[in-house]
C-alpha cells in the first residue's frame, strides 16, 4: 500500500512502503532529473493512491 515505512511485510502479508517508495523516487529525480530546481510538484492518485499521496505529502512536509 502507498502508506507506511515497514521493511517487511505484516502479519497479512501486506507491504506498507509507500513512504520509502516516493523517498527513493524523490531521491532518484533529485539527481537525474534536476527536482531540486523545481518551483512547483504535482502529486496525484485515484482510490487507494488518492489517499497514499494525500499522507505522503504530509509526511513528506512534516520533515522538512
Excluded at 531540486?36 to 496525484?44: G, I, M, N, R, Y
Amino acid at each position: 500500500l502507498w502508506t507506511g515505512s515497514m521493511t517487511k511485510h505484516d502479519i497479512l502479508d501486506f507491504w506498507f512502503t509507500g513512504h520509502n517508495s516516493l523517498k527513493g523516487t524523490v531521491d532518484h529525480l533529485k539527481e537525474t532529473a534536476g527536482l531540486d530546481e523545481a518551483t512547483h510538484v504535482l502529486l496525484t492518485g485515484f482510490s487507494a493512491g488518492g489517499v497514499g499521496t494525500f499522507n505522503n505529502v504530509l509526511q513528506r512536509n512534516s520533515s522538512n
